[in-house]
């Protein structure tokens, strides 16, 4: 049986306050990532079922024992309830669909112990929806739509039970400076009976929970905004209050000075809001606040656009709440957006469901945690999650196989491999080689220690790894460099500038590249040439700033954005392309890794742009593909080994745009594959003479990826083929005969949401292993391919089973 096994997924959270949610039962976070609902411990899984972006996430509070249920709010306008498998407790299922918002869903909230969820939507409105679980399904029922008045976007919800008593109180927010609270007693709607104000800004998040966890205690309701300021409300029942005795000065004063307080009526019962604390030291907007009660001590948790995270805490003897850690990072540049951090601040925040660990999402999408050490009385940042928040436009191997690239729209360029601690193997970005100002659209490896890039500025631009990035991937994943010490050192990025500038030592670095504003270098933020350590793989502050790689050159030559680069596999050679509409810029250049100088003439052969680009195993052949439906195969010339000259070319055998194509394995003979918009993959072999397409794989939809793996299956050839609507599917083509002899599908839960970038399978672990690398995967039958995405997700995928059928 063929088994499809997640190695890796990578794949960055959406930036938006609400979408992120960690279960208090199962202890499973799951956050929005473009149109993908997704757990983490690690990654897990990916929820395919959103058409736009999620931008609101929340965890449906169950009994102990039942099936897990996660919400999911989406710029779709649709409220999805996914609901775990018993089989399989990571594998969720969307169950319900809830329709009825006119716009974009911007927040959720639920409350345990009940059934009601309440939406907050871009169509100023306020859905109350009923969820009833049964054990063969859902039954979800909409019990009310509050319109907002006065109009505004509810961008925040909380919902909890009042003291003593069944009904429930609404607190909602958003576009306006002001809190809107609504009540109910069982089985009544929601009415609207106080408007809290204060603020100066629009609202990002409430929270709302019990004082103590006593029956019957005080509510507290915190309040964050763009004002910076976080506010805090008393809710409390009302006392009788008896008359103040006639003479009774003291108490007609209090009552003079007190706060006012908003009521409320529910039933037969009374309840007051009143103004409990300002609470001041951020210096940005705050986008999101959590509350925890753990052990009878409450904190609350805010995340802030100044690039930290605090804890705030009510002091015993004054009663005043003061903050008592802060997290994240030191910046000079509060807010704002550069390529040398995670400045932009911190989007969501979230307390563990025990209250040990704190998580928080960055401007980079990607996740720190920080777990609290109780014998040291601190806070310890371990390991998080990191991934693209945009299209995957593009993934690549090192040519020996030992870490995978990936590049995309999010201008980021980032470095996968496996981390061997102990028995165990875990993949983890190790390394950020680029943060451009572009997007970037191809990528390709140049021996060991070099890649090339290309993006929308018309250039390419090739980067030498460092030896700090060289010693942690020899020390972590057994990775091993003969050329280390003809490294540089480690590379920063200019302030305003494209160009990463290498550094030989740790005194060269810049100081605002770390620091704070007197230049001091932050505690979270090691020297590359001195990492604090080599025992597990670096930290997002890390990966933001000091595991750039230095530029070694740039490739001029086309004139618009790159479009396909493609690196020679013994090295010599690169080739590139640029989107065109005319045959003078529809030419593959061609530069000498030696001198990088460029080969003239360049080839030509296509009227329109060419998509994609292929030296053969052997490097005796390039292969290219274009929007002109045409492919061209240029051979390498005996005498002059840097010059290839056009052999073969087919300019209408696909009748849409070819927008892929590959290499078979040189055992195989000289056979490639092409793959266009009409639905089809056309496999071909080349003789001298002639060129003959020996069999065709149909699909649902436009193929827009396709690559052949390296490895003959039994004098067969494994091809894998992606859609334009994320399927992913393997042929076996038999070469004796040219039969499609078998076709397994990918899962639709393994799927991305969106269409297939690229499929790169990895190169032979037997190449691997004669490379330098130590204690390779030993299970020699499995084979392993990487998958980008639209969706912004990274995946690799072992597969298992195709050799003992």
């Not at 925890?292 to 009663?319: F, P, Y």
């Not at 250039?459 to 460099?481: Q, S």
């Not at 989107?579 to 030419?587: E, F």
């Not at 009748?655 to 594959?673: K, Q």
């Amino acid at each position: 049986m063929v088994d499809f096994h997640h190695e890796h997924i990578a794949v960055g959270g959406n930036r938006h306050p609400s979408a992120a949610d960690w279960d208090p039962t199962s202890g499973l976070l799951a956050y929005g990532a473009d149109c993908n609902d997704e757990g983490h411990q690690g990654v897990k899984a990916l929820l395919r079922g959103h058409t736009d972006h999620v931008n609101a996430v929340k965890s449906f509070p169950t009994a102990q024992g039942k099936a897990r249920i996660i919400l999911s709010g989406s710029a779709d306008k649709i409220v999805r309830i996914w609901r775990a498998q018993p089989a399989a407790p990571l594998e969720f299922k969307s169950v319900a669909a809830l329709e009825g918002h006119g716009s974009s869903i911007n927040c959720l909230a639920v409350f345990k112990d009940t059934n009601i969820i309440a939406s907050g939507s871009a169509d100023s409105t306020i859905k109350i929806w009923q969820l009833n679980i049964q054990e063969d399904g859902l039954d979800v029922k909409l019990l009310q739509t509050i319109q907002t008045n006065p109009r505004f976007f509810p961008l925040a919800l909380a919902l909890h039970r009042l003291p003593a008593t069944e009904g429930l109180v609404l607190a909602a927010a958003g576009t306006k400076s002001t809190v809107q609270v609504y009540v109910t007693s069982r089985g009544d709607q929601f009415l609207h009976q106080a408007t809290l104000t204060g603020h100066e800004g629009w609202m990002r998040s409430l929270a709302i929970t019990q004082e103590k966890s006593l029956a019957g205690s005080d509510l507290l309701l915190a309040s964050a905004s763009q004002d910076k300021y976080i506010r805090l409300w008393r809710i409390t029942k009302t006392k009788e209050k008896s008359e103040p005795k006639e003479g009774n000065l003291l108490g007609a004063f209090e009552q003079s000075l007190s706060n006012k307080a908003h009521k409320l009526e529910v039933s037969q019962n009374s309840y007051s809001i009143t103004f409990e604390a300002l609470l001041l030291g951020h210096e940005d907007w705050i986008y999101t606040i959590s509350w925890c009660l753990q052990d009878e001590k409450l904190q609350l948790l805010s995340a802030s656009a100044d690039s930290s995270v605090a804890i705030w805490e009510s002091e015993e003897s004054s009663g005043v709440w003061v903050c008592t850690t802060r997290l994240g990072e030191i910046s000079a540049q509060k807010g704002s957006t550069t390529a040398t951090g995670s400045a932009g601040g911190f989007w969501i925040g979230l307390w563990s469901p025990n209250g040990q660990s704190v998580v928080s999402l960055g401007r980079t999408g990607s996740w720190r945690l920080w777990n609290h050490d109780r014998d040291q009385a601190r806070w310890i940042q371990g390991i998080g999650i990191s991934g693209h928040t945009k299209s995957v436009a593009d993934v690549a191997w090192s040519k020996d196989g030992s870490y995978l690239l990936s590049t995309g729209s999010d201008q980021t360029t980032r470095l996968h491999a496996a981390w061997k601690h102990g028995v165990k193997r875990s993949w983890h970005e190790m390394a950020r080689p680029q943060i451009h100002g572009y997007d970037l659209n191809c990528i390709d490896s140049i021996g060991r220690t070099q890649i090339i890039s290309g993006a929308d500025e018309k250039l390419l631009r090739v980067f030498d790894e460092p030896r700090a990035t060289a010693d942690l991937l020899d020390c972590l994943c057994g990775i091993k460099t003969s050329t280390r010490n003809d490294l540089p050192v480690a590379a920063n990025i200019p302030v305003l500038g494209l160009s990463n500038k290498a550094i030989e030592t740790a005194e060269d670095e810049e100081p605002h590249a770390s620091g704070d504003v007197n230049g001091e270098e932050a505690a979270t933020s090691p020297s590359p040439a001195q990492p604090s350590d080599l025992e597990h793989p670096p930290f997002e502050d890390r990966l933001a700033r000091h595991t750039l790689w230095p530029e070694h050159e740039k490739l001029y030559g086309h004139g618009y954005e790159i479009s396909a680069v493609a690196a020679s596999y013994d090295g010599s050679m690169v080739a590139t392309a640029c989107r065109a509409s005319s045959l003078d810029h529809a030419v593959i250049r061609l530069y000498t890794t030696r001198d990088w100088r460029e080969v003239r003439p360049s080839l030509t052969a296509h009227s329109l742009t060419v998509t994609a680009l292929c030296f053969s195993k052997d490097d005796r052949y390039l292969l290219s593909v274009g929007r002109d439906r045409q492919w061209a195969v240029f051979q390498r010339d005996v005498a002059v080994p840097e010059s290839y000259l056009l052999k073969h070319s087919n300019p209408k055998d696909h009748s849409r745009m070819v927008l892929d194509a590959c290499w078979a394995p040189v055992s195989a003979g000289r056979v490639f594959a092409t793959a266009g918009r009409d639905k089809t993959v056309k496999i071909w072999s080349m003789e001298d003479t002639k060129v003959e397409c020996m069999v065709t794989i149909t699909a649902s939809s436009p193929v827009t990826a396709v690559d052949i793996s390296p490895r003959l299956l039994r004098d067969s050839l494994v091809i894998a083929v992606g859609t334009e609507t994320g399927d992913i599917g393997l042929h076996i083509v038999k070469l004796s005969d040219w039969s499609i002899e078998q076709k397994h599908q990918l899962e639709t839960a393994l799927q991305p949401a969106k269409y297939i970038t690229k499929l790169s399978w990895r190169p032979s672990l037997a190449t691997v292993a004669t490379n330098g690398i130590e204690d390779q995967e030993p299970a020699s039958k499995d084979l392993q391919i990487a998958m980008a995405s639209d969706d912004s997700s990274l995946r690799l995928f072992s597969i298992t089973g195709l050799l003992d059928n």
